[in-house]
T-cell receptor, first 115, second 115 residues
Framework: KAGVTQTPRYLIKTRGQQVTLSCSPISGHRSVSWYQQTPGQGLQFLFEYFSETQRNKGNFPGRFSGRQFSNSRSEMNVSTLELGDSALYLC??????????????FGSGTRLTVV | AQTVTQSQPEMSVQEAETVTLSCTYDTSESDYYLFWYKQPPSRQMILVIRQEAYKQQNATENRFSVNFQKAAKSFSLKISDSQLGDAAMYFCAYRIQGGSEKLVFGKGTKLTVNP
């Protein structure tokens, strides 16, 4: 069974540009969550999607957005990139409800560098 | 607000020895789940062990076990017979039962295993 796949693995962008990151969850998982990981702030929750609907959102500006497709694949978009957006972006998938308490499966992340 | 605190930014252990990583959390909820995740240099977060708050028995997975003290809101991870492959960042995380589909993470502990 394939794991959570995130593409691309590395990305370098210039300030002011926008970027789209992709996440394909484990087959059968309908919940996809995104996290930002930085040395200073650690792991912070961005948002969670289930059945193409955003169910939860973390405390991030509106420049951060996402969506989920009917096949559960998810994308997150960051517009007007700032240097502080440089981070490892991790995607996690899980089953619904109580099954999520068995843990989330993470991808290997996308390392975004903004210059 | 829920918070997770890992007071040891770095720890080291000799191969084959035992090490304990600390984690405390703050919550007013009575039903929740706790996790330890491992993040090796490959960046993928790997679930090590989970604990259900309503279970008094400490969880065990092979060489990994936890000491869960609900009243003290403490959830430490013990690694026995440490192996070189155990070297990684370890993150303690918390999830409310039936609540937001997000994990709240601590800042992590970097574990070095010396041969």
């Amino acid at each position: 069974k394939a794991g959570v796949t995130q593409t691309p693995r590395y990305l370098i962008k210039t300030r002011g540009q926008q970027v789209t990151l992709s996440c394909s969850p484990i087959s059968g998982h309908r919940s996809v969550s995104w996290y930002q990981q930085t040395p200073g702030q650690g792991l912070q929750f961005l948002f969670e999607y289930f059945s193409e609907t955003q169910r939860n959102k973390g405390n991030f500006p509106g420049r951060f957005s996402g969506r989920q497709f009917s096949n559960s694949r998810s994308e997150m978009n960051v517009s007007t990139l700032e240097l502080g957006d440089s981070a490892l972006y991790l995607c996690a998938s899980s089953l619904e409800g109580d099954e999520a308490n068995y843990g989330y499966t993470f991808g290997s992340g996308t390392r975004l560098t903004v210059v | 607000a829920q918070t997770v605190t890992q007071s040891q930014p770095e720890m080291s252990v000799q191969e084959a020895e035992t090490v304990t990583l600390s984690c405390t959390y703050d919550t007013s909820e009575s039903d929740y789940y706790l996790f330890w995740y491992k993040q090796p240099p490959s960046r993928q977060m790997i679930l090590v062990i989970r604990q259900e708050a309503y279970k008094q028995q400490n969880a065990t997975e092979n060489r990994f076990s936890v000491n869960f003290q609900k009243a003290a809101k403490s959830f430490s991870l013990k690694i026995s017979d440490s192996q070189l492959g155990d070297a990684a960042m370890y993150f303690c995380a918390y999830r409310i039962q039936g609540g937001s589909e997000k994990l709240v993470f601590g800042k992590g502990t970097k574990l070095t295993v010396n041969p």
